[in-house]
């Protein structure tokens, strides 16, 4: 019977030549093996303290973005600093019954809360949308809504975009835009969060006096009050913030919500 | 066989006259991506340096059990383990500067003076000299790195390590910031210039012609 004490295991294991097919076999499955455990080891030990990272340079954006708009951190102190975080339902254009912040990321566990999008529908490359969205809003002494802050996603040419569109009251005129997530080239689309590029959005303008969705991102230089300048050599870059503003402003997006805002009905 | 060489001169050697970069052209495409400050030309090079040493150690301890057949795998394996690791370190503790430095602390894996070095000196000496090899070739490789990322720091922003050198024309002083230093381009000349200096100093470097261009050219009808 062979023997199996593990320590000769190994010292027969050790001596066999090094061209013997068992000997690489073995190798080949522990060097393996160990490096998967480290490479596993350290991104599990380490995840807490980078998504902790994450969310504190999406929190520092996000106040950036609302530093950054002129008249904003007057209004702001007026309020007692903060803004009201609302979850609204993206089909009824009204504030969501029975969910709440707290328990929104529960409720987009749920496939029902998500609706799928039709190709002709999904320009933004999202595939589903979910039908709840976190928003926030700065209301002004009489209550109205002064500025509005919306979550936007979609495609972009490499990876995922994430950005917050500030709107102001009129639910029409671009307050700012701050970019959350972005993977995109670094030097060319990664440029789409640099400061620069973010500040001439504030002051334009989302849609004629028609209704109808008039921004995007212009190849070259912008000509219109509806156009932001383009990027040079990221024109797919490009192209996708314009398909996501498009998405995200349209009927399938917060349109219905913004509607109902003018009306007064929120 | 030549005497073996002492440990001090196995550090000290790649420094300037075996300098991995500037002699063996090794690792430069992330010389040249990474230098735009003298803080992340930093961090990376010691993330390679970090990584070229304990892949040196790891590979060397192994060395008689590593089956030829498949050895360069084997070491790629281990030297992409590691520099995982390290970048996840590195967005964990350092997360500014790993987003400046984004996915070429990912391609030091590809980097060739990290191979180069496992394959032609850690397989065949024991763990101490290798690491020691290892721990010289890391830093030839971050002194031109600094070098480097100091010249454009300096003429692309007028800063070093972020603090203000020279008074640029934005914040009322004299200096037009180069921006062609902050371009890639600038990097390649910046490192041929090196290569150059060096070369004219030390004539022993200039590699002999394996192609003499001929007396006359070619007849090309």
Redesign the interface.
């Given at each position: 019977m062979a023997d199996m004490n593990p320590i000769t295991v190994w010292r027969k294991l050790?001596a066999l030549p090094?061209?013997?097919r068992t000997?690489?076999l073995v190798?080949?499955f522990l060097?393996?093996a160990i490096?998967?455990l480290?490479?596993s080891g350290?991104?599990v030990i380490?995840r807490p303290?980078?998504a902790a990272?994450?969310a504190a340079?999406q929190q520092a954006r996000l106040e950036g973005l609302i530093a950054g708009i002129p008249g904003m951190s007057e209004l702001l102190a007026a309020e007692g600093g903060s803004l009201s975080t609302v979850v609204v339902d993206l089909t009824e254009a009204k504030a969501a019954t029975g969910v709440t912040p707290a328990t929104l990321s529960v409720a987009l566990e749920d496939n029902a809360n998500w609706t799928g999008l039709s190709e002709g529908q999904d320009i933004a490359g999202l595939g589903q949308r979910p039908n709840y969205a976190q928003v926030y809003f700065l209301r002004g002494a009489d209550g109205e809504i002064s500025l509005a802050l919306l979550p936007i996603s979609g495609a972009g040419y490499v990876g995922p975009i994430d950005a917050i569109l500030a709107l102001r009251g009129d639910m029409n005129t671009i307050a700012g835009l701050a970019v959350l997530g972005q993977s995109e080239t670094?030097g060319l689309g990664g440029r789409i969060e640099e400061p620069a590029w973010l500040s001439q959005w504030r002051g334009k303008e989302i849609a004629d006096a028609s209704g109808a969705v008039r921004f995007a991102v212009a190849k070259g230089r912008a000509s219109s009050e509806f156009e932001v300048d383009g990027i040079t050599g990221a024109t797919r870059t490009s192209s996708a913030v314009t398909r996501i503003m498009r998405f995200w402003l349209g009927p399938d997006g917060y349109g219905p919500l913004i509607d109902a805002i003018q009306r007064g009905e929120f | 066989m030549p005497a073996r060489a002492s440990l001090w001169s196995t550090l000290t050697d790649p420094l300037v006259h075996q300098n991995p970069v500037t002699l063996q052209i090794l690792g430069i495409c992330s010389a040249l991506a990474v230098t735009t400050s003298v803080a992340t030309a930093l961090t990376m090079s010691a993330a390679l340096t970090a990584v070229l040493v304990m892949s040196a150690g790891l590979i060397s301890l192994i060395r008689h059990h590593i089956p030829g057949s498949i050895r360069l795998i084997v070491q790629i394996v281990i030297v992409a383990s590691l520099v995982i690791v390290i970048d996840q370190i590195l967005q964990a503790y350092l997360f500014e500067i790993s987003q400046k430095l984004s996915v070429f602390v990912s391609l030091i894996t590809t980097n060739c003076l990290v191979l180069g070095r496992t394959e032609s000196f850690s397989r065949h000496n024991p763990p101490g000299r290798s690491m020691v090899d290892a721990l010289g070739n890391g830093l030839g490789y971050s002194l031109v790195l600094v070098v480097i990322g100091s010249v454009r720091e300096l003429f692309g922003a007028g800063s070093l390590l972020g603090l203000q050198v020279f008074q640029t024309v934005d914040q009322g002083g004299w200096f037009t910031p180069l921006s062609l230093m902050l371009l890639a381009p600038s990097a390649f000349f910046l490192l041929g210039g090196l290569v150059w200096i060096l070369r004219t100093l030390l004539p022993d470097q200039t590699e002999t012609l394996e192609l003499l261009s001929p007396d006359k050219p070619e007849d090309l009808s």
């Amino acid at each position: 019977m062979a023997d199996m004490n593990p320590i000769t295991v190994w010292r027969k294991l050790l001596a066999l030549p090094n061209e013997s097919r068992t000997k690489t076999l073995v190798m080949a499955f522990l060097v393996s093996a160990i490096c998967a455990l480290g490479v596993s080891g350290a991104t599990v030990i380490l995840r807490p303290i980078q998504a902790a990272n994450r969310a504190a340079e999406q929190q520092a954006r996000l106040e950036g973005l609302i530093a950054g708009i002129p008249g904003m951190s007057e209004l702001l102190a007026a309020e007692g600093g903060s803004l009201s975080t609302v979850v609204v339902d993206l089909t009824e254009a009204k504030a969501a019954t029975g969910v709440t912040p707290a328990t929104l990321s529960v409720a987009l566990e749920d496939n029902a809360n998500w609706t799928g999008l039709s190709e002709g529908q999904d320009i933004a490359g999202l595939g589903q949308r979910p039908n709840y969205a976190q928003v926030y809003f700065l209301r002004g002494a009489d209550g109205e809504i002064s500025l509005a802050l919306l979550p936007i996603s979609g495609a972009g040419y490499v990876g995922p975009i994430d950005a917050i569109l500030a709107l102001r009251g009129d639910m029409n005129t671009i307050a700012g835009l701050a970019v959350l997530g972005q993977s995109e080239t670094p030097g060319l689309g990664g440029r789409i969060e640099e400061p620069a590029w973010l500040s001439q959005w504030r002051g334009k303008e989302i849609a004629d006096a028609s209704g109808a969705v008039r921004f995007a991102v212009a190849k070259g230089r912008a000509s219109s009050e509806f156009e932001v300048d383009g990027i040079t050599g990221a024109t797919r870059t490009s192209s996708a913030v314009t398909r996501i503003m498009r998405f995200w402003l349209g009927p399938d997006g917060y349109g219905p919500l913004i509607d109902a805002i003018q009306r007064g009905e929120f | 066989m030549p005497a073996r060489a002492s440990l001090w001169s196995t550090l000290t050697d790649p420094l300037v006259h075996q300098n991995p970069v500037t002699l063996q052209i090794l690792g430069i495409c992330s010389a040249l991506a990474v230098t735009t400050s003298v803080a992340t030309a930093l961090t990376m090079s010691a993330a390679l340096t970090a990584v070229l040493v304990m892949s040196a150690g790891l590979i060397s301890l192994i060395r008689h059990h590593i089956p030829g057949s498949i050895r360069l795998i084997v070491q790629i394996v281990i030297v992409a383990s590691l520099v995982i690791v390290i970048d996840q370190i590195l967005q964990a503790y350092l997360f500014e500067i790993s987003q400046k430095l984004s996915v070429f602390v990912s391609l030091i894996t590809t980097n060739c003076l990290v191979l180069g070095r496992t394959e032609s000196f850690s397989r065949h000496n024991p763990p101490g000299r290798s690491m020691v090899d290892a721990l010289g070739n890391g830093l030839g490789y971050s002194l031109v790195l600094v070098v480097i990322g100091s010249v454009r720091e300096l003429f692309g922003a007028g800063s070093l390590l972020g603090l203000q050198v020279f008074q640029t024309v934005d914040q009322g002083g004299w200096f037009t910031p180069l921006s062609l230093m902050l371009l890639a381009p600038s990097a390649f000349f910046l490192l041929g210039g090196l290569v150059w200096i060096l070369r004219t100093l030390l004539p022993d470097q200039t590699e002999t012609l394996e192609l003499l261009s001929p007396d006359k050219p070619e007849d090309l009808s």
